[in-house]
Nanobody
């Protein structure tokens, strides 16, 4: 079981930036897929960005390409999401997800991940 704790959510104005962090613990896998999802009230959870250990590639939803950057620090078991040029439509609860199964690597669908954090609120005002 992987424990995930997100932090960094805040209220910002449109055009601003935030950096979300996710700290993972409780696992010894050499490789793991990790991702950021978000869910706004009344909407389905959607994938934002994904990455996996050992790969230089990252995967993004079209809505955030060019604005968000996912990264990981394997030494710290940490995952980050740098969010720039924030828009009001980015307002959501942001969740960190992780899964050691190779099938989850690079995926932006919630069903690919079995470990989730509690979420952190991001609010962007116009």
């Amino acid at each position: 079981q992987v424990q995930l704790v997100e932090s960094g959510g805040d209220s910002v104005q449109a055009g601003g930036s935030l950096r979300l962090s996710c700290t993972a613990s409780g696992y010894t896998y050499s490789y793991i897929g990790m991702a950021w999802f978000r869910q706004a009230p009344g909407k389905e959870r959607e994938g934002v960005a994904a990455i996996y250990t050992g790969s230089p590639r990252s995967y993004y939803a079209d809505s955030v390409k060019g604005r968000f950057t996912i990264s990981q620090d394997n030494a710290k078991n940490a995952l980050y999401l740098q969010m720039n040029s924030l828009k009001p439509e980015d307002t959501s609860i942001y969740y960190c997800a992780a899964d050691p199964r190779w099938a989850s690597f690079g995926q932006l669908i919630p069903s690919a991940y079995k470990n989730w954090g509690q979420g952190t609120q991001v609010t962007v005002s116009s």
